[in-house]
Nanobody
Framework: QVQLVESGGGLVQAGGSLRLSCAASGRTISSYAMGWFRQAPGKEREFVAR???????????DYADSVKGRFTISRDNAKNTVSLQMNSLKPEDTAVYYC???????????????????WGQGTQVTVSS
């Protein structure tokens, strides 16, 4: 079993930045894909970003179109952590952000909830206008 604990959420003004972190415990997650989903009030949970190891010190990362160029995902397998640097935040980024660990799926295919084996409890991100 894997436990995921997120941190770093909060309230920020539009244009600001936040960094989310997620620490995994229970087993080594280097062979898994790690990423983030988010869910805004009244909306379905949606993919934000994924990172998966495809070779020695080589990683593949992909992003939802809505965050591409503003968010950057990274991971540290030695520490069992994944982070999401969020810049140029917009009010529409307001949501609960969930850390996720699961199977990678084909490179280039969209990462969906069906790929996810483990979820974090979520951390609130609120962007004011």
């Amino acid at each position: 079993q894997v436990q995921l604990v997120e941190s770093g959420g909060g309230l920020v003004q539009a244009g600001g930045s936040l960094r989310l972190s997620c620490a995994a415990s229970g087993r080594t997650i280097s062979s898994y894909a790690m990423g983030w989903f988010r869910q805004a009030p009244g909306k379905e949970r949606e993919f934000v970003a994924r990172i998966t190891q495809i070779g020695i010190n080589t990683y593949y990362a992909d992003y939802a179109d809505s965050v591409k160029g503003r968010f950057t995902i990274s991971r540290d397998n030695a520490k069992n952590t994944v982070s999401l640097q969020m810049n140029s935040l917009k009010p529409e980024d307001t949501a609960v952000y969930y850390c996720a660990v699961g199977s990678s799926g084909p490179i280039g295919a969209r990462w969906t909830s069906t790929n996810v084996h483990y979820w974090g409890q979520g951390t609130q991100v609120t962007v004011s206008s």
